[in-house]
């Protein structure tokens, strides 16, 4: 383990069932019940379930007959993907007002390097509880929180203790803890690696650590030296602070999947949730780009991405997924897809040129203005209704409708 690891204090925040409990924040009819968050259509699958429906067996992936059939009461919602961005970038203002030093990880995820904050704040636990807490005063979501010394023992406690758990690592308990811990435990060990490594007769990351980092790297490559780091919790990855560097050349997103995405509109639901992020993010930071890049990522591992130069400059998520899906409509796919990820290079501040045709013009106002208001006001008081190619006069919604809001999600 490298000194950095022993001098940092890194913290992993996880939002509980994100979506389903965004959902339960802003309609009080669904709190309590086992509720799923669904895309349209009839072979739609869940995208994430309440934890009461998840004592149901039901889990992200399934497809949505299914978990009706295990629970007949269920209750399902539309996603409404823009709103969790607004949430996720509520959250990620708390969580910045304790330390620049915040790296957004996906929708509902970040780690934090404290370690310079925890004079400040009187100590890590402290400011775990500070996040808690406003986090839950500004939204009323919960959050599961991890600390240790580096990002894979973080994310590893975040999880321990879901939900609304606050799990602390200290140097001392590394051994032991990793001792009986399985494989598939630790992240970037899916279940396919895990299988793996369970032929091999290792199933216990105490195990694993034991054998031979040159055994490792003959069998799996350059992972399998990252194996036997992770096997003995090491990791000196440092956290990335959020995209506001001055000169940032390019902005991404990406986000690993746990089940084989095999359709194209499956493959759409995630470039649309990271075009999304990826837009307010560029907004945020004032910027707009140029190039836009698809990244995949077969089930065998094998990454590559894309890419697409426009003409002019664009920073907002329907944008970025009309291009991303250009991208996407040509590339022929030999196989399922297990990361996606979206992002914008070729960037520019202020580079938004106000459009010259009125259809087009109005289109950036109204982002424009959405932005305005959800900056101040929170709240998802606005956000993208149905998202059905170019129909911007419907774009803005209230945030909840009795009915729910109408939104055609791409997912199958
Ligand atoms: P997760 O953090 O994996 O799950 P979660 O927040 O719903 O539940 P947990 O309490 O276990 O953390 O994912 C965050 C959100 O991302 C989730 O609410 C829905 C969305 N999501 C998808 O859209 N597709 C997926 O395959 C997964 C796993 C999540
Ligand atoms: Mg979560």
Known sequence: MSSADRERVIMHVDMDAFFASVEQRTNPALVGKPLVVSGAGKRTV?????????????????????????????????????????????????????????????????????????????????????????????????????????????????????????????QDEIPSLLENLSVEQMWG?????????NAMGVFSCGQLGRVPARLLERRFGIMGRMLHNMARGADDSPVVRFGTEPDAKSMGHTMTVQRDLKSRKEISWYIFLLSEMLGRRL???????????????????????????????????????????RILGGIRLRDPVRLVGVSLANLARGAIQIPLFEDERRKVEVILAMDRVNNRYGDFTLSWGPFVGSQMSRAVTPRWRPGGVKFLCPIL
């Not at 704040?121 to 500004?138: P, Q, S, Y």
């Not at 060990?189 to 490594?197: D, E, F, M, T």
């Open 46 to 170: 869940v995208t994430t379930a309440s934890y009461q429906a998840r004592s149901y067996g039901i889990k992200s992936g399934m497809p949505l007959f299914e978990a009706k059939r295990r629970c007949p009461d269920l209750l399902c919602v539309q996603a409404n993907i823009p709103k969790y961005v607004d949430a996720s970038f509520r959250v990620l203002d708390i969580l910045q007002a304790t330390t620049p030093d915040v790296e957004v990880y996906s929708i509902d995820e970040a780690f934090l390097d404290v370690t310079g904050s925890l004079l400040l704040f009187k100590g890590a636990e402290n400011i775990a509880r500070m996040i808690k807490e406003g986090i839950w005063d500004d939204l009323r979501l919960t959050c599961s929180i991890g600390i240790a010394p580096n990002k894979l023992l973080a994310k590893l406690a975040s999880n321990l203790e879901k939900p609304g758990g606050l799990r602390i690592i200290s």
């Open 283 to 325: 907004r945020s930071g004032g910027y707009a780009g140029r190039t836009v890049a698809l990244t995949l990522r077969y089930t065998d591992f094998h990454t590559f991405s894309r890419r697409m130069t426009l003409k002019r400059h664009i920073n907002t998520g329907p944008q970025i997924h009309e291009a991303a899906m």
């Open 189 to 197: 060990i899916g279940p396919r690696l895990a299988k793996y490594l």
